[in-house]
């Protein structure tokens, strides 16, 4: 298939880590012989500009690539610009919801008018997670038929078991054990403060956060704790690959794409009750936890350091998620909207 492929999230050469998913994804249907044209943005600045921008892009790409569909990430804008994109060459058209779109329905002035426009147009809705289906189609009755669940799944490949020492060595990162790792925003939705107070609370092992975002400052000085900033995918990688428990206890977590990757590396999880995470989350490949709670944190801090390292229970859960699996899937959402024009 001529697939067109309109995202607000990509990564590009300043900003490797936006939204790594959606190029995995893509990288995974091209794989599979299907040729892609690529109306992005790759940056997180740019306001209603940006937005603009990509859906001029959007619009140029279906009346010179002529796509058979066209295939979209976040309900708007993105999903608009598609829509707007699949008319004008009278093709179908499949979005795909992630989360912060879904919250911006209730959350924002005039966007479930927005998202509403989008999502009719749409042949189908993939929802990354169950939870995230139900919220979706709570806040847009009538739209239950045309959802689907698939998530973006993880690069078994780039994600494997690795030397925890080696990779420690490789990245200078020197501490007591045990080791933990927070990959994500800084900011209040990723809970980081609570999981820096409950690390604070076991009186031993290191901290380190992957990533950037308004709560830096509160983060700083901490003792045991180490702030990386943002890395490119690669790195992310070897950084999962070094720590012995990933810890992702947000307020909310629409699917939980750092959880998937750290147990494919073969590493245990702290995770959030609230979200997608207790669907792919066993007792063997780590521990759920109520992120109001700093103690319910430590808690599973410790109790996630206990489980065994390499955690080979926890890459036998993510092998389920395999992305080219998850390509596949996706391929057959596009086909059926393809076809339906």
Request: aromatic residues 4%; charged residues 25%.
């Amino acid at each position: 298939m001529r697939i067109l492929l309109v995202s607000s999230m990509f990564p590009g050469h300043e900003e490797p880590d936006y939204g790594v998913f959606v190029k995995q994804i893509a990288d995974a249907l091209e794989a599979r012989g299907h040729e892609i044209s690529y109306a992005v943005s790759d940056r997180r600045s740019g306001g209603l500009g940006k937005h603009a921008r990509l859906t001029g892009r959007a619009l140029r790409a279906a009346r010179g690539f002529r796509p058979d569909v066209v295939y979209a990430h976040y309900l708007v804008p993105a999903g608009l610009a598609a829509a707007a994109a699949a008319r004008l060459a009278g093709t179908g058209l499949v979005l795909t919801a992630h989360g912060r779109d879904v919250r911006n329905v209730d959350g924002i002035r005039g966007v479930r008018r927005l998202t509403a426009l989008a999502v009719g147009r749409a042949n189908t809705v993939v929802a990354v997670s169950d939870y995230l289906r139900r919220e979706l189609a709570r806040k847009l009755p009538g739209l239950e038929d045309r959802i689907e669940v698939i998530d973006s799944g993880v690069d078994l490949d780039r994600f494997c078991g690795r030397d925890a020492t080696e990779a420690r060595g490789q990245l200078g990162w020197q501490g007591e054990e045990p080791f933990y790792l927070c990959v994500g925003r800084l900011d209040e939705r990723k809970n980081v403060l609570r999981l820096a107070e409950a690390f604070e609370r076991l009186g031993r092992g290191s901290l380190a956060f992957v990533g950037d975002g308004p709560l830096r400052p509160s983060l700083e000085g901490r003792p045991g704790v180490r702030l990386i900033g943002r890395v490119s995918h690669d790195e992310v990688a070897t950084w999962i690959s070094a720590c012995d428990v990933l810890c992702q206890p947000s307020l909310v977590e629409p699917f939980g794409q750092a959880l998937l990757e750290a147990m494919a590396s073969e590493r245990s999880v702290v995770a959030t009750k609230v979200g997608g995470p207790p669907e792919f989350v066993s007792a063997e490949s780590g521990v759920l936890v109520d992120p109001l709670s700093v103690e319910a944190i430590a808690d599973g801090l410790r109790r996630a350091a206990e489980l065994p390292r390499p955690n080979r229970s926890a890459r036998a859960a993510a092998s389920a998620h395999d992305v080219r699996l998850q390509a596949e899937r996706i391929e057959a959402v596009l086909k059926r909207a393809a076809a339906a024009q």
